[in-house]
């Protein structure tokens, strides 16, 4: 009863705040563009058919061709509009909520209830969580209806994008919640998750110069310390990779047709193989350590979040 | 550290409850107090005597640093224990992208109240603190008193045994005020206990059985009300006539006569009687007998060690009692 209870409050509160409907805007501008997108056999028709270019690069009937939507979806839609500007402004939309509930005059009435306070803690961590569950779950689903109905593609593996866009958002907002704690500051909790998510893309960064670049291996120490850092840091790089995999897609070169692959240069070409031979080792990964050790991460973040509620005085 | 104690009948039980801050910062020093059950209990004191910490410390909102004691029977932070608890704190903020209906189902909802018992409760205590027909309106359109109207309402959403209502006439109107103190008193009927912190001390006179005065920290005074302010500090004796032939007689008794009263700083009723016998020798009309009590004020005065003399008290204190002329 106390979890719904906050659970419906967080959604209420949620909202109340602008920042929600931009975002549904930005669902629903999403999936006008979807819509006026249509694939067929030897062809792709932008702006409802205004404009056709040839292509059977997208064939919705072969697997190639299914694979380079799908990998588009995951890659370009589903990636840049909500792994980054869905979580930027979740975190945004949902920074303020633990400030405020730690308030003076109104976390005294709720600290009051019959809830303790690791507890209440958890509950509220869950309930803005569920916010973003909300959030992926109308991105995704009404993605995934489009390319069902509209293009003919129906890719059940796509809706589990759904859970993996929450992981993420989580990754970043536990910070949000630690900074909340410590500094009951909106602003702070913020500015520092964001600092934290650029700071979670810097060892997998940092170790991919090492591996380009051999001879710095020999800095046995740092290396050893990026190697560690990549293991210890969430892993958000790795969740559109994971959404693809599941979903039956590929790599984000598979949208780049084999023609204009054919007519880069020498460096282009080996350049594009490298980055293929990298997007497909990310593919490769194993989800259960990636997430695993992610949410360990979360784990202690939380926890270290939640002893600081528990003996903070209000 | 909260130590377990024995299960008292006391409704609040606090045992040398301290609290400091950043090791310096000594808000309490060993607060000791008893509220009965079913009483209406106040809490006064100066600024910063350590009111709201004792009431935070209370229901959970601060960690003291030490402390025994129980809250209706249980050790203090017993949660099971708070759903038994009302509390409206001082300058509370409520959501205000909730409307008071939504927030009386909110915070019951928390104190797991049953969503039908919220049901009837949210329209019972609506109505009795008169909101009913601003239910469904955000609360950022509400006004301060009606918020503390709404507070107070939400404080008896989980039908309590003890409530601690911090301020609850802040930002009242006179009307309004009336109307809380005859809740209070309503629910001391119901067998409710109510532990009140108010700066409002004539409100407090009103409609407390006990009080206690916390002085930097410690329980300076503690006690029924009627034996902290029943000592008379004062008695007034108005007559009519002519007194100046035993004005002298009535200043050897330590007295002071004034136009139409003699002014006898203390509680020595003989000496009332002796001037009463002087001046009706003067065959004067003795009109009446006040002896000027203490009120609540003169109590927390007196505990913070700035206390009135007797013949500092005016004349129009508001806390008299008449004692039938002796003519």
Redesign the interface.
């Known amino acids: 009863m106390q979890f719904i209870a906050m659970v419906v409050d967080s959604l209420r509160e949620s909202l109340d705040r602008k920042i929600f409907w931009v975002m549904v805007a930005v669902t629903f501008l999403v999936v006008l563009s979807m819509l006026s997108l249509g694939f067929e056999e030897n062809s792709v028709t932008f702006f409802f058919g205004m404009w056709k270019q040839n292509t059977d690069h997208f064939n919705p009937v072969t697997l190639i061709g299914r694979r380079a939507i799908i990998s588009g979806v995951v890659h370009v839609v589903l990636d840049f509009f909500l792994g980054w500007i869905g979580v930027l402004l979740m975190i945004v939309a949902t920074g303020g909520m633990l400030p405020s509930l730690m308030q003076r005059g109104a976390i005294d009435v709720v600290l009051a209830k019959p809830i303790n306070r690791p507890r209440l803690f958890l509950y509220k961590y869950l309930s803005i969580l569920v916010f973003a569950l909300l959030q992926a779950v109308l991105f995704v689903g009404l993605t995934f209806l489009v390319m069902g109905f509209h293009w003919k593609v129906w890719v059940p593996g796509y809706l589990l994008s759904i859970p993996l866009l929450v992981l993420l958002f989580s990754y970043v907002f536990c910070i949000s919640a630690l900074v909340a704690t410590k500094t009951e500051s909106t602003i702070a909790a913020i500015l520092l998750s964001l600092v934290a998510w650029v700071f979670f893309a810097m060892p997998p960064i940092g170790l991919e110069v090492f591996e380009k670049y051999p001879e710095l291996q020999q800095y046995t120490r740092s290396y050893q310390s990026a190697q560690l850092a990549a293991w210890v840091v969430p892993k958000t790089g790795d969740i559109p990779y994971f959404a693809a995999k599941w979903a039956g897609g590929g790599t984000a070169l598979d949208l780049v047709p084999a023609s204009v692959m054919a007519d880069a240069d020498e460096q282009g070409k080996a350049e594009l193989e490298k980055t293929k031979q990298r997007e497909e080792q990310l593919l490769m990964k194993n989800p259960w350590l990636s997430i695993g050790s992610s949410l360990l991460f979360e784990a202690v973040i939380v926890g270290w979040a939640m002893w600081n509620f528990k003996r903070k005085d209000f | 550290m909260v130590a377990i104690t024995e299960m008292t009948n006391w409704a609040v039980d606090l045992i040398d409850v301290h609290k400091t801050?950043s090791k310096a910062i000594h808000a309490l020093r060993g607060v000791n107090i008893q509220v009965g059950r079913g009483e209406i209990f106040g809490l006064l004191g100066p600024n910063g005597a350590g009111k709201s910490t004792l009431v935070?410390i209370m229901?959970?909102?601060?960690?003291p640093t030490r402390a025994m004691g129980t809250l209706l029977g249980r050790p203090l932070g017993h949660?099971?224990?708070?759903?038994r608890?009302g509390?409206l704190?001082?300058?509370?903020?409520?959501?205000?992208?909730?409307t008071g209906a939504?927030l009386l189902?909110?915070?019951a909802?928390?104190?797991?109240v049953?969503r039908v018992d919220r049901q009837e409760r949210a329209a019972k205590w609506l109505d009795r603190v008169g909101m009913t027909q601003w239910a469904n309106t955000r609360i950022d359109k509400y006004s301060k008193g009606m918020m503390q109207r709404l507070g107070i309402a939400?404080a008896l959403m989980n039908n309590p045994e003890l409530v601690?209502l911090d301020e609850p006439t802040d930002g009242l109107d006179p009307v309004a005020r009336r109307e809380v103190r005859q809740l209070l008193m309503d629910l001391r009927r119901e067998g409710k206990t109510i532990f009140l912190n108010s700066h409002l001390l004539s409100e407090l006179e009103m409609v407390c059985d006990r009080v206690a005065v916390l002085v930097n920290g410690l329980v300076a005074r503690q006690g029924p009300l009627g034996e902290l302010t029943e000592r008379a500090v004062e008695y007034r004796i108005f007559f009519s006539g002519d007194a100046e032939p035993v004005r002298a007689k009535i200043e050897t008794l330590g007295a002071k006569l004034d136009r139409c009263a003699v002014s006898l700083p203390g509680n020595d009723l003989r000496k009332v009687n002796e001037i009463i016998d002087l001046l009706r020798g003067q065959r004067l009309t003795i009109e009446g007998v006040q002896p000027q009590r203490f009120s609540l004020e003169d109590v927390l005065l007196e505990a913070v060690g700035g206390g009135k003399s007797p013949a500092d008290i005016p004349l129009s204190h508001p806390v008299q009692k008449d004692v039938k002329g002796q003519a």
């Open positions: 801050y935070k229901m959970t909102v601060i960690r949660r099971g224990k708070l759903a608890v509390y704190p001082e300058n509370h903020r409520f959501p205000s992208y909730l939504k189902h909110y915070y909802a928390l104190a797991k049953s939400q601690v």
